[in-house]
């Protein structure tokens, strides 16, 4: 399984972006898939996925203010985000993982339950 994200950079806090990530490699009924992010000297956090509950799901931090969505052939996961914050930035990862291993929602979601990664992408966001 190969993931690569796209669509990171820096940009005004009040501005928006969307990040999108490509899978390969899998079926996509294996697999649920949800972005994290990690600033420096934070731990990795998850930000919105589309897990075993069937439907998205948000951080606290990004509820109201980003949209988890995916395409029809469910390769590629979509992450807009809006009104960005200097707290949003940030190092942004696409992960995936078995749809046993699936968590119900990205608010119990934790790294060690997805077992494949992209690089990572950096958001900026200046004040």
């Known amino acids: 399984v190969q993931l690569t994200e796209f669509g990171g950079g820096s940009v005004q806090s009040g501005e928006s972006l969307r990040l999108s990530c490509s899978a390969s490699?899998?079926?996509?009924?294996?697999?649920?898939m949800a972005w994290f992010r990690q600033a420096p000297g934070k731990e990795r956090e998850g930000v919105a996925g589309?897990?075993?509950?069937?439907?998205?799901t948000y951080a606290d931090s990004v509820k109201g203010r980003s949209t988890v969505s995916q395409d029809g052939t469910k390769n590629n996961l979509y992450l807009q985000m809006t009104s960005l914050k200097p707290d949003d930035a940030a190092m942004y990862y696409c992960a995936a993982t078995p749809t046993l291993r699936c968590p119900y929602g990205i608010l119990s979601a934790k790294p060690s339950q997805f077992a494949y990664w992209g690089q990572g992408i950096l958001v900026n966001v200046s004040s």
């Open positions: 490699g899998y079926t996509y009924n294996d697999y649920c």
């Open positions: 589309i897990l075993s509950a069937g439907r998205p």
